[in-house]
């Protein structure tokens, strides 16, 4: 497998290097041959080569299985400078499938216990995507003083792509179940569309349970029994709100690991922010950028039917576990007083007692 490293801003420099420690040691222990390139973006990007997304980069990921993407601090960014823009990385590779898993842990605060469950969600289409509008660039249009529209285009291949992926992801969990959320009374053609596609790809995997439920009723469902789901798949903008809340159930977007999957690559890249105010300080808490590299192997093993790089990312998942339930080594934000370095240094030493 090959793997690209894109380091990001700000803490960006402290948890990649975690992340890449722990993936290459449990892809040691677990035999998986894996081929390390770094490639500038970001503020290094536009310093090297004068734009935050350089082209040797572009050029380069195009080689790769997948790739490590830091946080990026584009917020920071001057305005008004084409050359200074968030890198368009998703948009240039067409990575259609956002995928977020939520899950508690007995030692971090969480609103629910015993919740495991994974998002997935459309992000090249819907409201929230520029490539898919018809009344302006941005998918908004105002005639006049008075009103404003909104544009939503759902396709049947951007549906069905996104649907069986995470079909597939619930074909490899123990529940095998997934839910689709979308709004079909209301929105009869858009979310129509979306639900046709969806229960077209459920005939495909007979061994997975299949259900639907409308938006607003799953959000209120995953307040009170966020246990009854385990794959949810659901539109952009649907989805841009439900991971968010999902995350808000077990300790914060800080917690919140993903994965973003093309038709055959991948991204790993943790929901956080650049957090600029604590960089350089040796203390951002690296748990959601290793378990987005975890998702990354587990995707390739998936997707190639290599058993090496599912138990890689096993053996990453059980370690993680341990530390944080240990509650020795893990950061401040999570109760501990461990730096970035020994909290990657701990999962490390649990990858052996995990193989």
Not at 15 to 37: G, N, T
Not at 142 to 154: A, H, K, Q, T
Not at 326 to 355: F, H, P, W
Request: with cysteine; charged share 25%; net charge negative.
């Amino acid at each position: 497998m090959k793997i690209g490293i894109l380091m990001g801003d700000d803490i960006g420099y402290e948890v990649v290097p975690e992340a890449i420690k722990v993936l290459s040691e449990a892809a040691r222990i677990s035999k998986c041959e894996v081929e390390w390139s770094s490639f500038p973006i970001g503020k290094e990007g536009h310093d090297l080569h004068g734009n935050t997304t350089p082209e040797v980069t572009v050029k380069g990921l195009k080689e790769m299985d997948g790739w490590i993407m830091g946080p990026i601090g584009h917020q920071a960014y001057p305005r008004n400078d084409s050359t200074w823009i968030m890198p368009p990385i998703r948009k240039i590779f067409d990575l259609f499938a956002s995928i977020k898993p939520v899950k508690s842990y007995d030692n971090i605060y969480s609103l629910h216990q015993n919740v495991d469950i994974v998002f997935v969600r459309e992000v090249t289409e819907g409201m929230q995507s520029r490539d898919t509008t018809i009344t302006s660039e941005s998918g908004e249009y105002r005639p006049n003083n008075e009103i404003s529209i909104g544009s939503r285009v759902i396709t049947r291949k951007g549906s069905n792509r996104v649907a069986r992926e995470a079909f597939k992801i619930a074909q490899k969990r123990v529940r095998k179940k997934v839910t689709v959320a979308h709004k079909e009374a209301v929105y009869r053609l858009t979310c129509g569309m979306f639900a046709e596609e969806c229960r077209k790809v459920a005939h495909e995997f007979p061994d997975v349970e299949f259900e639907e439920i409308h938006i607003d009723t799953i959000a209120a469902h995953l307040v009170m029994n966020p246990q009854d789901f385990d794959v949810v798949v659901t539109t952009n903008q649907f989805g841009d709100i439900l991971t968010d809340l999902g995350a808000g159930l077990v300790g914060g977007l800080g917690l919140a690991p993903g994965l973003c999957v093309g038709d055959n690559q991948a991204m790993s890249q943790a929901t956080h922010g650049s957090a600029p105010d604590i960089a350089g300080q040796n203390i951002a808490n690296p748990f959601a950028i290793i378990m987005s590299g975890k998702m990354l192997l587990e995707w390739f093993g998936r997707e190639n039917s290599d058993p090496h790089f599912q138990n890689a990312s096993d053996i990453i998942d059980s370690a993680v576990e341990m530390v944080i339930n240990e509650a020795k080594y893990v950061t401040r934000d999570i109760g501990g007083r461990s730096s970035t370095q020994i909290m990657g240094n701990a999962i490390c030493e649990k990858l052996e007692t995990n193989s």
